[in-house]
């Protein structure tokens, strides 16, 4: 649908990350059980939860716009996560495949940044301070999720990959 104001460019930017963040609930318990660190997985374990939490907010939204999320597929969203999927099916070795996880995990992060920074300052520009309010939760659980996978790939994850499994980190 082609959009004639910034009340319609907000409302398809919201579709897009309703689908964007379905796609991620689905995404994340592959991620899961693939990664071997304990601390990674309980990070994305918990980001999981918080997701969950983060449609809903989204719902909240569209109810109150009196409009459906349905109907756009976030094909950003869909190549980023095809990306994770590639990597999971080249089977790296525990180490090496956690720090792609979290990679991937981070491009999952910056993307959703990106997107809803956009639609909590239009929703601000529109008016709706609620709707605004809501998005910038969003926004800060995206930010230190990003900020938590840094921590634990700084900390333990990349040592062991550089160390990787034939003692010649450099392969
Ligand atoms: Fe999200
Ligand atoms: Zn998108
Ligand atoms: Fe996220």
Redesign the pocket.
């Known amino acids: 649908m082609k959009p004639h104001s910034l009340h319609d460019m907000y409302v398809e930017e919201l579709k897009d990350l309703w689908s964007a963040e379905n796609q ?1 609930v689905k995404a994340l318990p592959r991620m899961v059980k693939a990664a071997s660190n304990g601390e990674l997985k309980k990070a994305l374990e918990q ?1 999981l939860r ?2 969950e939490r ?1 449609v809903e907010r989204l719902d909240r939204i569209f109810k109150e716009l009196d409009a459906s999320p349905r109907g756009k597929k976030c094909v950003g969203m869909e190549g980023v996560i095809e990306e994770g999927k590639e990597l999971i099916k080249e089977k790296p070795e525990a180490p090496v495949l956690d720090a792609g996880l979290i990679a991937a995990a981070q491009h ?2 910056h993307y ?1 940044m990106a997107g809803y920074g956009t639609v909590r300052t239009w929703a601000s520009a529109l008016g709706y301070d609620d709707q605004a309010s809501l998005l910038e939760e969003t926004l800060n ?2 930010k230190e ?1 990003d900020r938590i996978l840094s921590d634990i790939a700084e900390r333990s994850v990349n040592a062991g990959a550089e160390e990787g499994v034939g003692g010649n980190g450099r392969r």
């Open positions: 991620i980001h918080v997701t983060q999952v992060e959703e659980e995206e999720a």
